[in-house]
């Protein structure tokens, strides 16, 4: 019985704990006002011009360019453990509106943002590696657009405007993964892998294809 009441007790508390720890708006932000989902699958900068707004079943001539905003939590899959920091709610990320200065949308205007996929990649200074963590439960990210309710978060101008580059490179370091989930091995949990490697086989090919920066063309690599 005395086992009984401290599991129940326990189990009392920790909700508490947490919910005390990690503060929670008081609704959401998508309670209020028309809202436009978009989903992306590759991390990169996106472009919505007149016509994709138009696609969206928005007339563009009714916007307030100043009241045009967007929400977005980034990439990654959602923390499994209950006491780490996530963000409540969606938060409003910058965006870029290029209106020609006249404070009205037109034809030839546009609205740009960065835009992360569901997969995410992470740093790590100490040892200088990039650590790749796919999301296995989606493979786009959300984000959500609404227009005339307040006033939107802006990309800022650097303040020290453009200077003269003094260094030239003709290379860049990159990062690429290539992993496919076509099977689960024991048919049960999250580890997926590729096609089987039989014995016969002499090697595993791999086609990776990286921008040639600064020239927008592809080179293709195999192995």
């Not at 200074?125 to 227009?147: A, E, K, P, V």
């Not at 048919?187 to 990776?208: D, F, I, K, Q």
Request: proline share 4%; glycine share 8%.
């Amino acid at each position: 019985m005395v086992l009984k009441k401290i599991f129940i007790f326990l189990s009392l508390l920790v909700p508490l704990m947490v919910s005390g720890s990690v503060p929670h708006a008081d609704s959401s932000v998508l309670a209020r006002g028309q809202w436009y989902k978009l989903a992306v699958t590759n991390t990169g900068i996106y472009r919505i011009n007149w016509q994709d707004l138009n696609a969206m079943g928005v007339d563009p001539s009714t916007l307030e360019v100043s009241r045009i905003r967007m929400f977005g939590n980034g990439s990654g899959m959602l923390p499994e453990v209950n006491s780490s920091l996530r963000i409540d709610d969606l938060r409003e990320i910058a965006i870029l509106v290029e209106d020609g200065g006249d404070g009205h949308f037109d034809a030839g205007d546009y609205i740009l943002f960065y835009g992360e996929g569901a997969d995410k990649w992470n740093y790590d200074r100490l040892t200088r590696l990039f650590s790749h963590q796919r999301n296995i439960y989606s493979d786009s990210t959300y984000y959500y657009m609404n227009f005339n309710l307040a006033a939107g978060k802006r990309v800022q101008p650097d303040p020290s405007g453009p200077v003269t580059p003094n260094n030239f490179s003709s290379v860049y370091d990159d990062h690429f993964l290539h992993e496919l989930d076509q099977q689960n091995l024991i048919r049960s949990g999250r580890e997926m892998s590729a096609s089987r490697v039989r014995p016969s086989s002499a090697a595993l090919a791999c086609r990776a294809s990286l921008l040639h920066w600064g020239t927008g063309r592809s080179w293709g690599t195999g192995a």
